[in-house]
Every structure is written in C-alpha cells, then in structure tokens.
C-alpha cells in the first residue's frame, strides 16, 4: 500500500522559541503550517531560561551584543521585530511583564508563562504538530521541498529550520539542525558551547565550591587582554561560573578550538589598585597575624584559599587577590546556555533569513551563526529572526 504525501505551505524543523514564532507568524497570514519537534512536548528550553524565570527581552538590544561581525543583517532584523514588538506580541497573548533595569520577566516570575502563550497561539492559530520527530531525508523538488519519514512524507512549499544549537541538559538540543544545513549545501561554521561555566583542572577548587563573590574578570588569548566583565563570580568543585564566566566562555571557547592559549584573570577587589589592596593589609598587618588581616574581604572560605595558596606570605596574598588566573580545559557543554557558530550568515540573505543557495529555505534561531551577551538577547534573536523567516517564508 502506497504512502500518502502530506501537503503544506510551511513546515518548521524545530518547535522551540524561534520556531514557534515563525510558525505563528505564518499561520497569522493564513498559510498552513507544520512544526516538527524532536521532543514530545515543545519549546522544553524556554523552561529552563534565567534560572526558570525567562529573561525574554531587553530594552537596549542592539548589534554589538552579538557576537557576529554581520552587523548590518542583525540590525535589519531587529528593525522588522525588535524589543517593543516583543512586549507588544506577549501583551496581546494576556502576558504581562516585569522590567528590572533593562531586562524583561513575565510578571508571574515563571518561564511557563512565555511557553505556555506561544504553544496556546500556536495552537489556535491551527498550527499543526509532529512530536518526537524522525525525519529520514530531505528531497528539493522544483517548488519545494519533501521531506521523508518512516511513515507519511510531507511535502512543502517553503521550509524553515529552526532547531536550536547543540548544548545545554535540555533533551532536543543535539545540533541536528547543522546536519541538514549541511545536506541542504550550507556551510556551517563549528558549533561550540557559549555563555557556560569554564572546566578547570585544579581539585583545590573544591575548598572553595558554592563560594560567590563580586569580581571582575579579564579574558586573555595569546596574551592578549580581549574583554572583561564584572559581577558576580562563582567557584564550584570543577570550575568556575556566574555571568561574569559566561560572558568571557564564548571568547575562550573559540580559541581553545584554534589550539590557542587561553585564561581568565580575576580580580577579587576591583574597587581597589594593587597598592591599595597592598597598603590596606599592610596596616592591617600591624595589629593582626596574616591570616586575620586578609580576612572580612571576600567570603571566609575563599578568605582561606588565598592564605593556604600563599602560604601566609602578604605579597603572594595581594596577588591572589587582584590577579587570581585560572587556564580552563574547556567550556562545559552541560551548562552552556548557546552555541556559538552556525549556519553561515554569508549564505542568508540578510533581511529575510532566506538560504541564497536554495530559494524557499529559511533559517531562524539559534541555529544561525549568531549569538549574544546574557540578558535577554539570545530569546530576543530568537524571537526577531522567528517573525522575519515566518514572515517572508509566508509572502510567496
């Protein structure tokens, strides 16, 4: 007995944040839409994000939060969808938001709540879905694409990938999106952890595991200071995090995949000079035992691994202190909220997301070669490059 073929106008690889957005933004103009998502329920990661209380927007996105030298096609996105639309799309889905400084929660203070606007959207906009995906092949044919299965093949008009990138716990993010950019002819620039806690070689770390601290930490490749960030630091048994960390992760990321030196430099006391910090302990010293005099600085158990490190000497101390240097092995994929790399952007068109080698192709999402600072910007990406791939996927 044959096999029926499916018909549609769109169908999305990925029901994640962008691909629900795309799928939405489609279904909004009356084409038929179906999303195909690896996992049995969808957009899972949303979940997940700012600590499970979605930081979905921010109010000062703008290009240089990315991390791709495509500034022009960044910007020409986010004119079609940027910040305000966001607020306004999740307003008009009965989400209402919190603004702390120039980040956007939803007002429940639960990343369910952004989850469950889009999938109830989705749905009543009659969006059609396939779970747990099993995707064989894919076929171009002179108006569109099939895409083959164990059962039924669905044929369509216009096709979008939108599967995410390739880390994080979350089951779904394995990166197959890159595998059928590849088929597709994409070149695809190496998919790499970011925004993650750096693994260290150093079991002294564990005396000072679950220790947070303010800190300001300097990134440097080849010996070359290449950016810092400050805020708050975070020591665990095998290695160190907190947003400082995942600021620095996707520099270091990258060039240890170059086979490049690389290292953090943490600055425990960034308020102070070297000889501040110098003379303070030294007037210090003059009524207390070192141990005493460095301490009420930093947390007591990180207090007690500068003194062990040092071995009581002042100077050593001061070091610690001001230029506590850590070499990471590598950026833990466990923990890595993006990835950076992708879908080449020189292959997409920059303002309508559309594939230049095959016409009726579109890329949204993680996805693309495209990534951002914490804050709000990777789900800001998501969601603009969503909108605008559903949007002219949609025009034809």
Not at 242 to 261: D, T, Y
Not at 357 to 368: D, K, Q, R, S
């Amino acid at each position: 007995m044959g096999r029926n073929i499916l018909e549609y106008d769109i169908c999305i690889i990925g029901g994640g944040a962008s691909g629900l957005m795309a799928a939405i933004t489609a279904a909004k103009t009356g084409a038929s839409v179906l999303v195909f998502e690896i996992n049995p329920d969808l957009a899972h990661k949303i979940l997940a994000t700012g600590n499970g209380r979605c930081n979905f927007t921010n109010s000062n996105i703008n290009s240089a939060a990315y991390h791709n030298y495509n500034y022009d096609c960044i910007e020409n996105i986010f004119d079609q969808f940027g910040y305000e639309d966001t607020l306004k799309f999740f307003y008009e889905e009965n989400v209402l938001y919190d603004k702390r400084g120039d980040l956007y929660y939803p007002r429940t203070n639960e990343a369910a709540t952004i989850r469950e606007a889009l999938v109830k959207t989705a749905t009543d906009l009659g969006v059609e879905f396939i779970y747990e995906r099993k995707i064989k092949s894919f076929n171009t044919v002179d108006d569109g694409f099939v895409i083959d299965r164990d059962i039924n093949p669905v044929y369509c008009n216009k096709l979008i990938i939108a599967t995410g990138g390739n880390t994080s716990k979350i089951p779904g993010s394995n990166g197959d999106g890159f595998y059928y950019a590849s088929l597709l002819g994409h070149n695809v620039i190496s998919p790499l952890p970011a925004l993650g806690k750096l693994i260290i070689s150093d079991r002294s770390l564990s005396k000072v595991s679950g220790v947070r601290t303010k800190a300001k930490v300097n990134t440097y490749v080849e010996d070359e200071l290449i950016e810092f960030h400050e805020g708050e630091l975070q020591f665990s048994e095998d290695g160190i995090s907190g947003i400082v960390v995942f600021q620095a992760s996707r520099c270091i990321s990258r060039a240890l995949n170059s086979g490049k030196k690389a290292w953090v430099e943490c600055d425990l006391i960034p308020e102070y000079t070297e000889d501040e910090v110098a003379d303070m302990l030294k007037n210090r010293l003059e009524n207390h035992n070192t141990a005493d005099a460095i301490s009420g600085i930093v947390p007591e158990k990180l207090t007690r691994y500068i003194y062990n490190k040092s071995q009581g000497d002042l100077d050593k101390c001061v070091k610690l202190f001001k230029h506590m240097t850590f070499i990471p092995d590598r950026v833990d994929d466990k923990t890595a909220q993006v990835t950076t790399g992708g879908v080449d952007m020189s292959e997409i068109n920059k303002s309508t997301l559309e594939s230049l080698i095959h016409p009726g192709l579109y890329f949204a999402g993680e996805v693309l070669d495209v990534d951002g600072i914490c804050g709000g910007y990777n789900l800001q990406w998501a969601w603009s490059s969503g909108y605008v791939a559903g949007l002219h996927a949609s025009e034809r």
